[in-house]
């Protein structure tokens, strides 16, 4: 299994950016995808999450700025991020999971993280 995040980047604050999770070597839409962040000197953060039914699961700072959307035939996620803060700026990593939802310990695949770097 092979979880390619992608995307990343230096944005202004207040700027956009989407982020991509291309999935390989599982039945990809039998699994709920996450997207987690980690700054420095920090734990990893649940950021929002999408199921395989088509739900989503946001945590607190993605609500009202981050959307996600899942495209099965592509077996990719799209985490879009609007109106970026400074303390956004992190690792941003995609996961799988049969039944993850908010917690790193449900998912059991991970991608290597995209940087995202909000400027001032």
């Known amino acids: 299994v092979q979880l390619q995040a992608s995307g990343g980047g230096l944005v202004q604050a207040g700027g956009s950016l989407r982020l991509s999770c291309a999935a390989s070597?599982?039945?990809?839409?039998?699994?709920?995808i996450g997207w987690f962040r980690q700054a420095p000197g920090k734990d990893r953060e649940f950021v929002l999450a999408?199921?395989?039914?088509?739900?989503?699961f946001y945590g607190d700072s993605a609500k009202g700025r981050f959307t996600i959307a899942r495209d099965n035939a592509k077996s990719t996620v799209y985490l879009q991020m609007n109106s970026l803060k400074l303390e956004d700026t992190a690792v941003y990593y995609c996961?799988?999971?049969?039944?993850?939802?908010?917690?790193?310990?449900?998912?059991?695949?991970w991608g290597q993280g995209t940087q995202v770097t909000v400027s001032s």
């Open positions: 996961a799988a999971g049969r039944f993850g939802l908010t917690s790193c310990a449900q998912y059991e695949y």
């Open positions: 070597g599982l039945v990809f839409r039998m699994y709920n």
């Open positions: 999408i199921s395989s039914s088509d739900g989503s």
